[in-house]
């Protein structure tokens, strides 16, 4: 995977859903397919505990995530990951309110961990409508980071329509991606007929999606312009450059008109390589350290 200045070295977790553990086949076969990835360092899992409320279980991903960046040693991104319930998880750990207290942001304004930039997250299934019928868009909305969404177009649980739109109004939107797997539901799973229909084997489908995982992290992995709205007031603030300064001045104009977007019917986020025809969206500012430690303290009380 090679990007501007070498081959990107990267790290990458990936949690569990609420019903099948890190020991599960489907969680050890990605685990390995993710570790095989060029300039993938270390690519590991883990396991929650018994609660099953999500925000509870930030700091378990947040604790995990940061052993991985211990044992890893020298690192160029970090890429959270995640199976349904374990993806809603890692999004919520990097929303606003969340955030362990040593974790600072970037000049380019991405989450970092033990120094190490948080680059992207990797939703498979995401369980964006609950049992309840509603709608998980928070954590998608609040994302600082690009996401890549992998969902089967029979995912009950995945509607591809509220998804996009609630994707496209994250602060990353031009930069994040919907990857569909049609014929499947939300266990990643093509149907047999479907596959004997398009003349392929589950094998054929999950190549092609760790190829558009390989292809959002080399897009992302080096950091991205473009999304946040306050990111040069609060690098000036810390006595750093702003970030978008050395950017070229067509590259700026082109970051602008992404983070404008172009209006699509329907909105939202289209599938595969695309980002920047997403929604228009009001560009919500990242809080400080000290706001995120009040809000966290207000969402945990």
Known sequence: MATAGGTLRFGIILAPGAGAPSSHPWMRQWSERLGKLPGCVVSTTFDFPGVRKAEKLTGVYWAAARSM????????????????????????????????????????????????????VVAFGYPFRAPSGDERSAPLEGLPVPALLVSGDRDAMGPLGPMRASLGRSRRAPHSAVHVIEGAGHGMAVAK???????????????????????????VGRGVTGGHADIAGRAAKRGRPDPSAAVPA??????????????????????????????????????????????RAAARG
């Open 69 to 120: 960046v211990e044992a890893a040693g020298q690192l160029d991104a970090v890429f959270f990951a995640g199976k349904s319930m374990g993806s809603r998880v890692g999004c919520i750990a990097l929303g606003d309110g969340f955030w362990p207290d040593d974790v600072e942001l970037s000049a380019d304004g991405a989450p970092l961990l033990e120094g190490v930039p948080i680059r992207g």
């Open 193 to 219: 007929r479907v596959l004997k229909a398009a003349g392929q084997s589950q094998e054929d489908v999950d190549a092609t999606t760790l190829d558009a995982v390989r292809a959002f992290i080399g897009r």
């Open 250 to 295: 067509a590259q700026r104009a082109r970051g602008k008109d992404e983070e404008a977007g172009t209006a699509r019917e329907g909105g939202g986020i289209p599938d595969g390589e695309g980002g920047s025809g997403s929604e228009a969206a009001p560009l919500a500012p990242v809080r400080s350290r000290a706001a995120r430690a009040a809000a």
